[in-house]
Every structure is written in C-alpha cells, then in structure tokens.
C-alpha cells in the first residue's frame, strides 16, 4: 500500500486565471490534511501561474510531446512542463486516445520524454462500455499498460496508474465496488508481475465521476490508492470534499 492517498484534480480544458483562486483554496486546506498528497493538473496556459499561486500541492501537465523540441506548432515537451512548474504529466487519458488518435506506442514513447526530463508520470488507462459489455475489460486495461510501460525499470519512483473506466467519465455512472477492486487487483498483479515487490508502492487512482459523496466507499477498497478527478476539481467546495474524504479515512485506518 502505498504512503498516502493521492488526490489529484484534472481540470482538462477549462479554467482562466480567475481560477486561481480555486487553486489557492485547495492548496490553503491542503495543509491542514497532510496525510493526503493533493495535486491539479491545469491547462497548460496556466500551470506557472498556479505553480506560483501554491505552496504545498503538486501541479501537472496533462499532456506532452514524446519529443524534446522542434517544429511541433501548439505542442508542448515535457521539459517545457517542467519549466513552467509541473512535476508530473498526465499520459494516455482517453480523451487524449479519442479526441486527438494517441496509439499505445505514442503513450510509450511519451512516458519516455516524460521519465527524460524529470517528470512524473500519471499513466491512464481504462475501457470503453463496450468493451466492458463483452467481458475485455481487464484484457484492454491490463494490454494499454504493458504496451505503454518500459519492462525493465523500478517504475514506483515515478509512475502512478489511473484506472478510468470511459464510459465512467463525466457521466455520473460509476462501476460497482467490487468492479474497481477487482481491476485495481489485477493491475496490481500486472505491475507485480513487470516490476516485483516495489509495485507495492505504485499509487493506482480510480477516476470517472468521483465527487465527496462517493469517494470515501471508493478510496477504502484494496488497491485504491487515491483518484483522479476531473468535473469535481473545478472548485475547491468540491474538490476539497474529496480531500476531507480520504483524510477521514486516513484518521480511520490509523
Ligand atoms: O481525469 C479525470 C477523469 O477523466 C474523470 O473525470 P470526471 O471526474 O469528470 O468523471
């Protein structure tokens, strides 16, 4: 199990400076709830900015180039991210499969640039309804993993796995507890079996319609190490519901 719940809030393609103040909320409650690691991902447009504005959460990008420089017009390398402020990069999330056609071997190679420059990586994966309907979800997950992950390296220094069921994602639909768990067990397994013992250490979020009300019964299963949120990251009220969430379960499990 790893040290401590990781919370980490995706703000995807929404937020202008006036939302510092969200993040500067966050981080300010943050403090009080140490035994959670509290991190947002802003827009690119905005990561020096909240990078200045906190003091104790982390701050990441949601995405990079897999290459270091170079004619890339709009793109962004991972050292850049690094410059601006963010200590880790959210790589693979399914709206970056979807809408922009990223392979498992460009997510590869992104990890690559990633791991070069400095930065931790946050690794989604996860399977659309349909998938899941016909009984592939684990084949799916588990297949992004290994066709993203590099075999031979002690991965728990800088990977965190966020497992984000697609059709989870935005709808308010969430998969049963005995779902998540059973998923979080096998990509356990899978990094167990890649990286051995150390994959203990390994932070899995659960992301897809986390809000306060159902993130306690979510963070208490085996193998959920925290999660990955996106609509309720937009706000500090609701953001730092999920934050107080784990922290009680911390003081629980204490
Ligand atoms: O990166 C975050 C996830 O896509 C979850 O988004 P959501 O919390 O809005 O469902």
């Not at 410059?83 to 499969?97: P, Q």
């Not at 998938?131 to 297949?143: F, K, N, S, T």
């Not at 991965?155 to 969430?174: D, Q």
Request: glycine share 10%; aromatic share 4%.
């Amino acid at each position: 199990m790893a040290e401590r719940p990781y919370i980490v809030g995706n703000w995807k393609m929404n937020g202008t400076r006036a939302m510092l103040s969200e993040a500067r909320a966050i981080d300010r409650a943050s403090q009080r709830h140490m035994k959670v690691e509290v991190a947002l991902a802003p827009p690119f447009t905005l990561i020096h900015a909240v990078h200045r504005e906190v003091e104790q959460i982390g701050v990441g990008a949601q995405d990079c180039h897999a290459l270091t420089e170079g004619a890339h017009t709009g793109d962004i390398s991972a050292a850049m991210a690094l410059d601006a402020g963010a200590k880790f990069v959210i790589l693979g999330h399914s709206e970056r499969r979807t809408n922009h056609g990223e392979s498992d071997a460009l997510i590869r190679d992104k990890v690559a640039a990633a791991r070069e420059a400095g930065l931790q990586v946050i690794l989604c994966c996860g399977e659309s309804e349909a998938q899941r309907d016909a009984g592939e979800a684990e084949a799916h997950v588990l297949g992004q993993l290994k066709a993203a992950l590099p075999e031979s390296d002690n991965a728990s220094e800088w990977l965190t796995v966020a497992y984000e069921p697609i059709w989870a994602i935005g709808t308010g639909r969430v998969p049963t507890t005995d779902d998540i768990a059973a998923m979080h067990g096998a990509i356990r397994g899978l990094l167990t079996d890649m990286y051995g013992d150390a994959a203990a250490e390994t932070r899995i979020l659960y992301g897809g319609s986390v809000k306060a009300e159902n993130a306690a019964a979510i963070l208490a299963l085996a193998d959920v190490d925290g999660a990955l949120v996106g609509g309720a990251s937009l706000t500090a009220e609701a953001f730092l519901g999920i934050v107080y969430a784990a922290a009680e379960g911390e003081d629980e499990r204490a």
